[in-house]
């Protein structure tokens, strides 16, 4: 859900807000109670966007009335910030309490941290430059599906700068020819579906006494066009694109503890925008299996454990983070839906050969595994976790959905993806589900 309604006020506050405080006001908003919400707020330092429903005939106008601030309309506000008298506005209710420390205690609002820093690097850079100047000797890796697709890319770029790398594959044998070369390099069974080939990599990993610094959840399985399910029956991308990743990360725990200081790197997508968790039926129990739903759902579910897991071990210098990598039209996972659809995407021309637009998001191989990097790997990220990355930056959140077309697709964060409460209880969920 986009918003949500503040109770006896009528106001619908976005629930993230580090920096901006977004407030959707209708004329049915009592202003006194938007006027001591928006005090609050810039007392706190907090900045405060507007955004007013109004009839259609109507036209938005905005006007600078605080810091970076974006007013409704005029006759939506009453005196002190349209410019009346402050001695007319009645005393302010008391705020409700926060009930979870993500909450600003004075305004009782959730923040973010969706909020580009401007790395200096673009949709366009590549792996080898986000690795530019790093040295990662005597850093160990592990890398899921890091034998092929931006897996492969990320591995050997990795590895080329020192790192030590272990690559989970369900196929070590086809791993470890797909990584013929590469120095410093791995495999490990592992089959995302399968408990217990998770607790027998994890078992092997812990059992060498080495340190995690970096943890790349990467793997994805292919979306099956009729329901797929695993030995307890669930949903199979949610199972291994999610589910798995979360067990061989809480299994992990020790050696990434170990570490003093890792990071945790789920790769997502842009498709997060598509689906909140179905939290009454994620495992599409009652027949309204749809293979993208599903993709969609697991890409949310990678986003919200990056947040939920900064947000519980970041004091342990453990971080999160979900990096989308954009589209890249050569790898077998893109290039599984087939060419007409492809060439319907605008992702390869009429020749077969991809089209490559990275400030569209149409990428090749290295500027799509360099997002990835830029998380595990990047010294801008040394203060902050728990965000979304895209293009080699914190994304901005964004819940306009604007028509997906060949030539545009959006990719921002929204706001269902990094809600902490369904963080939290994805989490918990997860665990329950690992459980039976």
Known sequence: MRYRTLSRTGIEVSPWASGALMLGVNRRTHHDNWICISHRALDAGINVVVRAALPPASSARTSAVGPSMIAPPADLIPSPLSGGDASTTPPCPEPQKAVRPTHDDRTGLMTHKQHPIGTGFTAASTVDDILAGIDLTGKNVVVTGGHSGLGLVATRALAEVGASVTVGSRNPDRAAAAMAGIERVEVGQLDLLDPTSIDAFVTRYVDSGRPLHILINNAAFLAPAEVGRDARGYEAQFAANHLGHFQLTLGLLPALRAAHGARVVNTTSGAQRMSDILWDDPHFTTGRYDPHLAYAQSKT?????????????????????????GVVAATAFNSSVGADAQRAMGLIDESGRPIIDPDRGKKTPQQGASTIVFAATSPLLAEIGGVYLNNNDISQLNDEQPPVTAQEVSADVVSHSIDPRSAQRLWELSERLLKA
Not at 304 to 309: K, S
Not at 312 to 325: K, L, V
């Open 301 to 325: 579910a990678n986003v919200l454990i990056a947040v939920e897991l900064d947000r519980r071990w970041a004091a342990e210098g453990i971080r999160g983070y979900a990096a989308h990598p």
